[in-house]
């Protein structure tokens, strides 16, 4: 399985950015992680296998939505209102196994190489 990730950039706070997943072979459930200089790897947002269900981390929560693509086997992240706080290196991660923690690293067994966002103010 391979997830590439795209769509990061150098942008100014308020702006907005969309992350892009493409996963080959079958459809998974999805994850974006973010890593920050310097900090541990965090959950952003997932989605379930149907795009029926999603959830947030608290600090993106009514700025992020993630969202899926079946027909490219894609899943989409798109980012509104951005922060300085929100510069991180982001991580796409899909996961075989159901009725695991879909915030947890560990639930996870494939991941993509990362996309670079930046927020300047």
């Known amino acids: 399985v391979q997830l590439q990730a795209s769509g990061g950039g150098l942008v100014q706070a308020g702006d907005s950015l969309r992350l892009s997943c493409v996963v080959s072979g079958r459809s998974y459930p999805m994850g974006w992680f973010r890593q920050a200089p310097g900090k541990e790897r965090e959950f952003v947002a997932a989605?379930?296998?149907?795009?029926?269900?999603?959830s947030y981390a608290d600090p993106v929560k009514g700025r992020f939505t993630i969202s899926r693509d079946g027909a490219k086997n894609a899943v989409h992240l798109q980012m509104n209102s951005l922060k300085v706080e929100d510069t991180a290196v982001y991580h796409c991660?899909?996961?075989?196994?159901?009725?695991?923690?879909?915030?947890?690293?560990?639930?996870?067994?494939?991941w993509g190489q990362g996309t670079q966002v930046t927020v300047s103010s």
């Open positions: 989605i379930n296998w149907s795009g029926g269900s999603t």
């Open positions: 991660a899909a996961r075989t196994s159901f009725g695991v923690n879909p915030d947890e690293i560990s639930s996870y067994d494939y």
